[in-house]
């Protein structure tokens, strides 16, 4: 298998066209920006160890890994977008912040470093990948026996249609018009049933619901609405 082919070089070249404005909290990638602190909270509170040697797969300009690193942990960040990384590495630097960015598929990472990590993060970047099992099986060799995987995505859903694409991306503008497309969407037990198959077991889920009055997100523990996150270990 090619190591590289696992990508949709249409979806990179999305995010290389907004990649000097992955820092700009009012720009095309606000909404991360916005779930941050939650989608942190979420993962950090899980995670047991004091220095947890964390890979974030499809990182982007480094929102959630710079979160990561902050908190203590010891972050290898990948992702396949070249100018998203230059990004990514340049606003690490001026933050004094020792982040790993590197250029490569999580495919080819897990044949360099198998069973190498303590946690991984892959925050929507499921939705934007060929073969999303495939991810969450590299995903689940790069980690040590016992080890956490945090996935986040937006489920295929009626509403997840109406409220993600229709209404986030040309209603209320929230996204750029054409991050999402409706059949790459991801339904909770379909990322349940590739992570069992991997050989991780589902611990969390939870969602963030987004209010359109007030503009704010909130974590819904438990629950697997639109925007869903999940944590899974891998057995020992
Ligand atoms: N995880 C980050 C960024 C999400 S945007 C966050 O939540 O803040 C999705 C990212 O996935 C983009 O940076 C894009 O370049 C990356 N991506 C898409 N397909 C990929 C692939 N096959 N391998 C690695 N990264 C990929």
Redesign the pocket.
């Known amino acids: 298998m090619n190591l590289l082919s696992?990508?949709?070089q249409q979806?990179?070249a999305?995010?290389?066209r907004v990649s000097r404005m992955w820092w700009d909290t009012g720009g095309p990638?606000r909404m991360?920006h916005v779930i941050?602190p939650l989608?942190s909270a979420f993962i950090l509170g899980q995670i047991e160890l004091p220095r947890p040697k964390i890979l974030?797969?499809?990182?982007?300009?480094?929102?959630?890994s710079e979160a990561l690193a902050h908190a203590g942990a010891e972050v290898t960040a990948?992702?396949?977008?070249q100018p998203?990384l230059e990004a990514a590495r340049r606003h690490a630097a001026a933050h004094g912040l020792g982040i790993d960015y590197r250029y490569?598929?999580?495919e080819q990472i897990a044949q360099e470093a198998e069973g190498g990590f303590d946690a991984l993060?892959?925050?929507?970047?499921l939705e934007?990948?060929?073969e999303p099992s495939e991810?969450i099986a590299a995903c689940a060799r790069l980690l040590k026996p016992g080890g956490q995987a945090f996935f986040?995505t937006i489920d295929r859903s009626l509403k997840a249609f109406l409220f993600a694409i229709l209404g986030g991306e040309y209603v209320l503008r929230l996204l750029p018009r054409g991050t999402h497309q409706y059949r790459k969407l991801i339904r909770p037990r379909e990322l349940r049933e590739w992570a069992q198959r991997s050989g991780l077991e589902f611990t969390a889920i939870a969602s963030l619901l987004y209010n359109p009055l007030t503009g704010r997100f909130r974590v819904a523990p438990g629950k697997a609405d639109v925007n869903y996150m999940a944590c899974f270990i891998k057995k020992r």
């Open positions: 696992n990508a949709d979806e990179i999305k995010f290389d990638m991360l941050n989608r974030d797969v499809g990182c982007g300009g480094g929102i959630l990948i992702d396949l977008s998203t490569m598929s999580v993060t892959c925050m929507e970047m934007h990948v060929p991810v986040s």
